[in-house]
């Protein structure tokens, strides 16, 4: 599994012009399924999510995880991530999970997010979702399971 996690101030996702999830100071996270992962890859993805350290101390340095700082996650499936970009000029997906695997994952890695942490939202599997955010720092980083 993959994410593309970004340092918010907010984030949110809307959905045929609903708002679907939102979250105020915290982490976005683009999560990308690809076959050969696993509920183990969800587990190991999800610890980095919530211990992964990218908010700045009393020094300004980047020591403090999202639980320190009482921050929301807001977690987004995105196919797109497990893309093959090496050769040429069209990304192949030969990689990615099928569809129900990935759907199933991405509701594992949600249900055990929302068990391990109380402020946690959500898109909307497979919908077309507009993202809307003001990344803090900017600060970004791909997470790899």
Known sequence: MKALIQR?????????????????????????????????????????????????????????????VNGGLL??????????????????FSSAAPPAQGEELFNVLVAQARTAWPNVATGEFGADMQVALINDGPVTFLLES
């Open 75 to 92: 977690l987004v499936s995105q196919f797109t991530l497990a893309a093959d970009t090496h050769k040429g000029l069209r990304p192949s």
């Open 8 to 68: 918010v101030r907010r984030a949110s996702v809307e959905v045929e012009g609903e708002i679907v999830g939102s979250i105020d100071h915290g982490l976005l996270a683009l999560v990308g399924v690809e076959k050969h992962d696993d509920v183990a890859a969800v587990e190991k993805l999800l610890h980095k999510l919530l211990h992964y350290r990218v908010f700045s101390d009393a020094e300004g340095k980047m020591n403090k995880n999202l639980q320190q």
